[in-house]
């Protein structure tokens, strides 16, 4: 894909600099895999993820996508969601990425769960619809059903995918 495409597809105006609100970004993004019907959830999970390395708040990385720090937040928190949510629909490769993805974050930040604020969670609901998988994010008020628990997805993980895990942290992945 060409730069400037690229760019255009992702909110920014290719020459321009200007960029559109993350929230119409991330529903256009939404829109757009809804509208290309692909199957696979594995896919996906890894379109989110590289959406939360591409962009970034500041910075000059020719490849990087700059938009607001509270933007790239969002992006990453509904990442996030989506492997919590999507986590029993994904492939144990794709389980084991995510448990060890998790568990770095986990180690990393001193935190057990995470917490979506209601628009991170209508955003998730939106992006988990899009290929065909129910969330509800519930009321502003109702912040148990945007709080993800760590230890849950391991729970549901199965022993291949712990096991694909901790040979993914003992070789350095």
Known sequence: ME???FYQQFGERSGSGQQESA???????IERRRGLNLPDKNEYVMMWKGLAALTIPSGKEPYRIRVPEEEHEKIVQVSRGIDFVLFNEVNTTQQASILRELQEHQQKEGIEQFVLSHEEGLLLKDAAAAVNVAYDPGTPEEEEKRTFNFSDLEA?????AISLRDWYVSVGM
């Open 3 to 5: 730069r400037g495409r």
């Open 156 to 160: 549901k993980a199965s022993p291949e």
């Open 23 to 29: 929230v119409t970004d991330i529903r256009g993004l």
